[in-house]
């Protein structure tokens, strides 16, 4: 089967980073071909450093030009519905950043678009393709942790990311930064939760920069079958995402950046069975730490941009369903939108 042809928009840190080693190592299968930012000298960087061949910064003299199958969005969330839909009305397949728009008016635009052209639309919702977030969710899928109940996320982002620097773009969203990480809470949520009609949110001012106006959220988001509190922090020099999963029978514990997973059962406080869920614990993350290792020594240790781009790339290949399809992307829009305003109505 022929190579897809790629082109991206966005010679950020994110296409750099994440996005265009992944096509480096997928290249058997898909040919990133093109690079496209209004500041032509970042693209020229940005291919030269990874072996692209063409750069431009018209994105229709792109599309024109090269013709592709599949078109990257890496750009601010601002700028995506335009992308998209031109993209779309080109014939390509597309693959957007998260958030997938600022509106849900606007995803569905995306939506009602890519429908009429017959072409596909993935959203990068990457942090569900860690692989003990995968695992996690086969687990309750299977019942292993009896019914789902509820659960708990903590994201932690370092202050000099983002929200130090006073120019940077994430500031100008809805919302400040809490509109480029918080995605990832909401959908990391949305794995497990059903129908979330309602939100709470707490926020507090930690640090002296007035372009900032929290650093560190409490949020609940309240779906039919449970709840998920999230913590997402901007004031410490710390990166930490960790997930817990509350069942019925037990407890599946998470750290995404880590890539171990837990399971726990204390059905008792009695000090031998705390014990012996210790001693599963500690055997589990020895398990988890040498899997990691092989991979990472053997080269097998895959990102999960990669993993998701593997698998998008498959779905057009093969006609199957996107990995995050648009609709995924748009109630995800729906519920950071509803976090927002919440934010609006309390704090003004």
């Known amino acids: 089967m022929a190579r897809l042809k790629a082109v991206l928009?966005?010679?950020?840190?994110?296409?750099?980073?994440?996005?265009?080693?992944?096509?480096?190592r997928l290249r058997r299968k898909v040919e990133l071909v093109a690079l496209c930012d209004i500041h032509l000298e970042a693209a020229e960087a940005l291919a030269s450093r990874f072996g692209v061949p063409r750069v431009y910064s018209d994105f229709s003299a792109m599309l024109s030009a090269e013709k592709p199958d599949l078109v990257d969005i890496c750009t601010p969330p601002q700028t995506h519905t335009r992308l998209a839909v031109e993209a779309i009305k080109h014939g390509c397949h597309v693959l957007i950043e998260k958030p997938m728009a600022l509106t849900v008016g606007d995803c569905d635009v995306i939506v009602s678009a890519a429908r009429e052209a017959?072409?596909?639309?993935?959203?990068?919702?990457?942090?569900?393709f860690y692989p003990p977030f995968q695992k996690a969710r086969e687990l309750v899928a299977?019942?292993?942790?009896?019914?789902?109940?509820?659960?708990r996320?903590?994201?932690?982002?370092?202050?000099?990311?983002?929200?130090?620097?006073?120019?940077h773009w994430a500031h100008r969203l809805p919302g400040g930064v809490i509109g480029e990480t918080g995605p990832h809470a909401v959908y990391l949520s949305l794995a497990f939760l059903r129908n979330v009609k309602e939100v709470?949110?707490?926020?507090?001012?930690?640090?002296?920069y007035p372009w900032s106006p929290f650093e560190d959220y409490r949020i609940n988001l309240i779906g039919e079958n449970g709840v998920s509190s999230i913590t997402l922090s901007y004031a410490t020099d710390q990166w930490s995402a960790q997930v817990d999963v509350l069942g019925e029978k037990a407890i599946l514990r998470l750290d995404l950046e880590g890539m171990t997973l837990i399971l726990q059962r204390r059905t008792a406080l009695k000090p031998f069975l705390i014990g012996h869920s210790l001693a599963s614990e500690w055997a589990q993350l020895f398990w988890n730490m040498t899997s990691n290792a092989v991979q990472y020594v053997s080269g097998r240790l895959r990102s999960t941009h990669e993993l998701l781009i593997d698998r998008f790339v498959e779905s057009i290949r093969n006609g199957w369903a996107p990995p995050v399809s648009a609709e995924e992307g748009r109630e995800t829009v729906r519920v950071l939108n509803m976090i927002i305003e919440k934010l609006r109505e309390k704090y003004g």
């Open 9 to 24: 928009v966005g010679a950020g840190l994110i296409a750099g980073k994440k996005h265009i080693p992944a096509f480096v």
């Open 118 to 128: 017959g072409v596909k639309v993935c959203v990068a919702h990457s942090d569900l």
């Open 142 to 151: 299977a019942g292993k942790i009896g019914t789902f109940r509820g659960m």
């Open 153 to 167: 996320i903590f994201l932690s982002t370092p202050t000099d990311y983002m929200t130090s620097q006073k120019d």
């Open 200 to 208: 709470s949110v707490e926020a507090m001012k930690l640090l002296d």
